[in-house]
């Protein structure tokens, strides 16, 4: 089992920049492939960016320039940098992490993650 606990969110202005954190437990982390979903109001969950076990990254085409995924394996956390962010990012943010299959593994679509945290709000106001 893992546990997974996010941190981080709150209310921004338009064009404001944001840092996620998520603190894993309850296995190694260094063996997980990390994710952020995102899902906001009356739409379905959606995959934002994910990070494999030796650092490599994958974003939503939406997301890429502004959104940064990192991780820190010594202390078992992943991180989402968030800048210039708009309105329609306003969603509830999810850590979720999934046993890696490769170290270079990645996981782009959020149904195939078996982890997830409780979700930390973002309300981007225009």
């Known amino acids: 089992q893992v546990q997974l606990v996010e941190s981080g969110g709150g209310l921004v202005q338009a064009g404001g920049s944001l840092r996620l954190s998520c603190a894993a437990s309850?296995?190694?982390?260094?063996?997980?492939?990390m994710g952020w979903c995102r899902q906001a109001p009356g739409k379905e969950r959606e995959f934002v960016a994910t990070i494999s076990q030796i650092g490599g990254s994958y974003y939503a085409d939406s997301m890429k320039g502004r959104f940064t995924i990192s991780r820190n394996n010594a202390k078992n956390s992943v991180y989402l940098q968030m800048n210039s962010l708009k309105p329609e990012d306003t969603a509830v943010y999810y850590c979720?992490?999934?046993?890696?299959?490769?170290?270079?593994?990645?996981?782009?679509?959020?149904?195939?993650?078996?982890?997830w945290g409780q979700g930390t709000e973002v309300t981007v106001s225009s």
């Open positions: 979720a992490a999934e046993p890696a299959r490769t170290p270079y593994g990645l996981v782009t679509v959020a149904d195939e993650y078996d982890y």
């Open positions: 309850g296995r190694t982390f260094s063996t997980l492939v």
